[in-house]
């Protein structure tokens, strides 16, 4: 099974911008569908990109255009660029793998087995 690490997260003014990074291990990494999830207090988590062994991309409407995932299959390393960042950006936001492809529903977060334990974002005005 894989493991999953996050790091990148942090504060920063609303307009900046920060980059994810979510580092896989134990198991191969080309075996995984990826994705980013986040969770603001008192929300429920909710899918924020997802890509899959084709490199093909899904968003949340809400940060389509600001955020990009991206993965480098050499390092086994995840990524989620993340731009012209908002107040409501602000969330822990967790890595997840599963060893299947969602689909249309790449964004329930019922559907990855393997998490990991996630990084703060704080967005501030």
């Known amino acids: 099974q894989v493991q999953l690490v996050e790091s990148g997260g942090g504060s920063v003014q609303a307009g900046g911008s920060l980059r994810l990074s979510c580092a896989a291990s134990?198991?191969?990494?080309?075996?995984?569908?990826m994705a980013w999830f986040r969770q603001a207090p008192g929300k429920e988590r909710e899918g924020v990109a997802g890509?899959?062994?084709?490199?093909?991309?899904r968003y949340l409407v809400s940060v389509k255009g600001r955020f990009t995932i991206s993965q480098d299959n050499a390092d086994n390393t995840l990524y989620l660029q993340m731009n012209s960042l908002k107040l409501e950006d602000t969330a822990m936001y967790y890595c997840?793998?599963?060893?299947?492809?969602?689909?249309?529903?790449?964004?329930?977060?019922?559907?990855?087995?393997?998490w990991g334990q996630g990084t703060q974002v704080t967005v501030s005005s």
């Open positions: 997840a793998a599963d060893r299947s492809w969602g689909g249309a529903y790449w964004y329930l977060d019922s559907w990855y087995k393997y």
């Open positions: 134990g198991d191969t990494y080309n075996n995984y569908y």
């Open positions: 890509i899959d062994s084709h490199g093909n991309t």
